[in-house]
């Protein structure tokens, strides 16, 4: 095991040089049902806490509606970010496998406690009317016991949702194999989140709120059991030390020596000891070049690092430069999220001012609506994997690359919410020649199938430029911080609900577009402004995605098409 990160490395830059000895390893294929069923169990937990959460707050917490949005971004902005901080203790500590199971028992316990906020009565303000001037507050430790439950719930959640990407990518050889498992790991998720949408947000308002949230314990609790019972099956990546020790090293190496000549003789760079050929440092970043150039003293005389505050090899600096070449790249995806959360949030509200009536007697969860993004998502994903993809290879004879992918899940995400805004400002028509602005819980008689549209072009975004941000960094990241790869997309989107809220906070200061009752606001212009800041992040995208070398993923995709 002590070699199995090397092994690693040099099978993904030569993917066809150790595949017959590869099945004899663990990982590959046998794998897949497990971690499939650990991704199928988390979503729906996280579908079952996060999908109708604002109607929870709304209904049985007594909370306004924009405040309910606000903490609902919150909880979506933790589960986001927070990946991060499992991605650092996988890569440099625990491992995969190990930060999974534990972040799975801390996401089981906090939702076990929603369903006591549900269960039970004292940890419930007395129920009014929505909107109701007469409703009673929650106290302050009913309000507690819910944040904890939603705190606990959501770190345990993006421990474990993000971080079983990258493990699931981990146990096949072949990058090809890696992108497969990537669409249907996002397939997997969102195929969960909408059965959630749909079922589980059924339960909660058709039967009780305890009965929907106990359904979503009990599905990351199987989904944990499988993941544990797949343990002998799988290929556990042993961490070798923090990387990011030796990412710092680098800083500080470079930064010690900035005085010194750079050497135009690969000699005198500190070369890493598993290669067998001297290479020159890039001309890129060149300040960084500095920490591996050698002084006396720096190694030993088998070349052996002596002193490695002092000095790093030039595949960690080159590694570092890797990083920070992406680092605009990462950027762009910080303005993708913001839409998102958005939309995920107000849409709702939306909801429950639209007729959700589905023919006489059913009535559509204000909470079901988004559904439809997570169905066109998954259909897009599957009509991309199995028709688009393979056409495009067979006639381009080039693999679309990951940045492509990202680009085109950019330009509709942006024309998502310009027909959202369109639809919202005729709706806002309708209520005022009904004049129901004045009126709190007026319903305007519009269906709300008249989101679906939007819904479904923002699924279609997603399949786009989900997977390919995924595969982009799994790809392009160093072999050390696989697990970091895919959760800088986590961060990204964190970021992004968190600049939302912040969106939806300056709004509501500012102006007058977003009021308790959005019959009397204007939501579309939110949307409009929305739409803007999306135009301009994909100008900004196409700029930075135009100046991009890649490092790894041109050899991927042509291989790709070879193995056709």
Not at 155 to 174: C, E, H, V, Y
Request: glycine fraction near 6%; charge should be positive.
């Amino acid at each position: 095991m002590d070699n199995r990160k090397a092994e690693n490395s040099a099978e993904r830059q030569d993917p066809e040089s150790n595949s017959s000895s590869s099945r004899s390893k663990k990982g590959s294929w046998i794998t897949f049902p497990f971690i499939m069923a650990t991704v199928v169990g988390t979503s729906l937990a996280f579908g079952g806490l996060t999908s109708n959460l604002i109607v929870y707050l709304i209904q049985e917490f007594n909370i306004k509606s924009i405040s309910a949005a606000e903490i609902f971004n919150v909880v979506n902005g933790c589960i986001t970010i927070f990946p991060i901080a499992g991605a650092i203790i996988a890569d440099s500590f625990l491992g995969c496998y190990s930060v999974i199971w534990i972040s799975s028992l801390i996401s089981s316990l906090g939702m076990l406690i929603i369903v006591m906020t549900a269960a039970l009565n004292k940890l419930r303000p007395p129920q009014c009317e929505n909107g109701s001037s007469l409703c009673i507050s929650p106290s302050g430790v009913q309000l507690a016991v819910l944040y904890i439950g939603l705190a606990l719930a959501s770190l345990g959640m993006a421990g474990s949702r993000f971080t079983i990407g990258p493990m699931g990518a981990n146990q096949f050889d072949k990058p090809k194999h890696q992108e497969i498992f990537f669409n249907w790991y996002i397939f997997a998720m969102y195929t969960a989140t909408a059965i959630s949408l749909t079922v589980i947000v059924y339960i909660e308002n058709s039967v009780s709120w305890a009965w929907g949230f106990g359904i979503s314990v009990a599905a990351n609790i199987v989904g944990l059991a499988l993941f544990l019972v797949g343990r002998g099956f799988y290929r556990q990546l042993k961490p070798q030390g923090s990387p990011f020790t030796g990412l710092a090293r680098v800083v500080i190496a470079a930064t010690r020596k900035r005085n010194l000549l750079l050497s135009q003789n690969t000699e005198d760079y500190c070369q890493d000891p598993e290669t067998t050929t001297f290479v020159m440092p890039t001309k890129f970043f060149k300040f960084l070049n500095h920490a591996a150039l050698k002084t006396e003293g720096d190694t030993d005389l088998d070349g052996s690092i002596k002193k490695p505050w002092k000095v790093c090899t030039v595949k960690e600096v080159e590694d570092f430069k890797s990083l920070s070449k992406m680092l605009p790249i990462w950027s762009t995806a910080l303005l993708v999220s913001p839409p998102l959360a958005v939309q995920l949030s107000m849409t709702v509200i939306q909801a429950l001012a639209m007729d959700r009536h589905v023919g006489a007697h059913f009535k559509t969860p204000a909470g079901s609506v988004q559904v439809f993004i997570f169905l066109s998502t998954c259909m897009t994903i599957f009509f991309l994997d199995r028709f688009l993809f393979p056409m495009w290879e067979k006639f381009m004879h080039r693999a679309i690359t990951p940045l492509q992918r990202v680009g085109i899940g950019h330009l509709f995400d942006v024309l998502s919410m310009a027909v959202l805004a369109l639809v919202e400002a005729k709706r806002l028509k309708l209520a005022r020649m009904h004049h129901l602005q004045d009126q709190d819980n007026s319903v305007v008689p519009m269906s709300v199938f008249w989101l679906v549209p939007s819904f479904a072009l923002a699924g279609i975004g997603e399949a786009f430029h989900f997977p390919g941000h995924i595969l982009f960094y799994y790809q392009e990241f160093p072999v050390s911080l696989k697990s970091t790869s895919t959760a800088v997309v986590a961060l990204s989107i964190g970021i992004g609900f968190n600049l939302g809220n912040g969106l939806i906070n300056a709004v509501k200061k500012t102006t007058e577009w977003l009021p308790d009752n959005i019959n009397r606001g204007r939501l579309d212009n939110v949307y409009w402004l929305v739409t803007i800041l999306g135009g301009l992040n994909f100008c900004y995208f196409l700029l930075c995605s135009s100046m991009y070398k890649y490092q790894n993923v041109e050899k991927v995709t042509d291989d790709a098409v070879n193995e056709q």
